[in-house]
């Protein structure tokens, strides 16, 4: 739905000059389409948490951070 680039710059309330995903068409999308499962019909804090979740950890995705390889014997 996002890329990891898109998603570093939105989160939930649209702090720190982020946009506000609790705002967006987008989160009625996300919900809409999760319901559509009978077995998640009625999950949406379950849905919220998880997308603040991924929106929070946005940051640590893709290349943004690297783990650091130490060399070998160290």
Known sequence: MFSDDVGRSINWK????????SQMASKTL???AVRKNHFT???TDEILKHAIRWFNLAADRGSS???????AGV
């Open 14 to 21: 649209g702090v720190n000059g982020k946009k506000a995903f």
């Open 30 to 32: 996300l919900l809409y």
């Open 41 to 43: 019909r009625a999950a």
């Open 65 to 71: 951070r690297r783990r650091v390889t130490l060399p």
